[in-house]
């Protein structure tokens, strides 16, 4: 099929040449033909050199670049590249290992497919797509999957409802594409989580939080720890293990019965946890020297550029009620998950914060998203998450 061809203004090749997986709407200068969402279109320069070919999206981000290759992105291309993705993970010790079988299998521009995320549980594939694009090709994706994982793959999820851009009038449904499961109980670097794909948030659990989680059990033996925005507890369920105390908060009602859960799944009835269903800015205003380990993993507090300034004054707002009221020595680790917010714009907040307190502070470990999570060198957005281990004296 003949693809559409779109030109670019002078000098905004730059971007692409330098193999930045987005071409934004202000960098184009002409439509060739009448493309709808979710098509195959070809950028070129306006000296009608060829670019890149991606899927098309009315909207900001007009193009996400597949390749930078005159290729067709058929199914074999896409083979190839989910291919690629699981080898990478098998190749660091992902894939088979009796400790851990939760893992991203594909992970959208940072695996070279801008729109799609994959995600395996412990034989469940959950997929989530971002794309009209990708959507398109969802069942091509589940039989790929089986193709290449075989029988440890069980079931395919496709849990797109809530992201497919909502101007595209496609109504996505959440179903299985392939076998059925129940709920599952994964492990994650030897502890247990219950994860329920289908009322979960994003596809059901954090799993870029691995390697934090695991760091954080190092350093809450005998502590009393309060994990705030607890989700399914998985910060909690690592302190657990030496803690002397452990509070979840959580805002949800439902992320609260599943950090219960999973404390329960690890640790049977243990009186030393407990979860409290309340606001975070709330709790925080009256914990005066009650924890020596705070944990800060607030949900994305910027999604756009445009509300960068309040985000920042959020993340600032809310390491200042921390910083003030930890025991002395404590440790605070806090994140970052907004793609808007960069690793030194977040630095700063928290520097901001805790000049407001005075208190002495130093930065122990600087955090970022573990490898089945990678940051695509030519594209600085998909390094999302970042955080910090700090000590208040
Ligand atoms: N730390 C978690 C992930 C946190 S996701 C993990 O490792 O899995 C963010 C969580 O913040 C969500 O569960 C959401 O319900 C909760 N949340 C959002 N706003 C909140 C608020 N104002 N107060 C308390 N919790 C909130």
Redesign the pocket.
Known sequence: MQRTKIVLKSGKDQSPRRFHPWIFSGAIKKIYGDPVEGDLVDVYDNKDEFLAVGHYQPGSIAVRILSFKNVCPDIDFFRDRIKSAIEYRKSIGLTSNDQTNVLRLVHAEGDDMPGLIIDYYNGVAVMQMHSVGMYRLRKEFAQILKELLGDKLKAVFDKSEGTIPFMSGITAANEFLYGKSDPVVVSENGFKFKIDWTTG?KTG??ID?REN?RLLGDYSEGKSVL?????????SVYAMKNASLVHT????AS?IDMADENIKLNFGDDSRHKSIK????E?LNDIKDRYDLI?L???AFAKHNNVLANALQGYKRLNIKAIEQIRPGGIIFTFSCSQVVTRENFRKSVFAAAANTGRRVRILHQMSQPPDHPVNIYHPESEYLKGLVIYVE
Not at 249 to 252: R, T, Y
Request: without cysteine.
């Open positions: 948030q659990f954090f939080q989680r994990n705030m925005f607890g989700y399914t507890g998985g910060f908060v959580d805002s949800s992320a309340t606001d975070a800015f709790f944990i993993d607030p949900p």
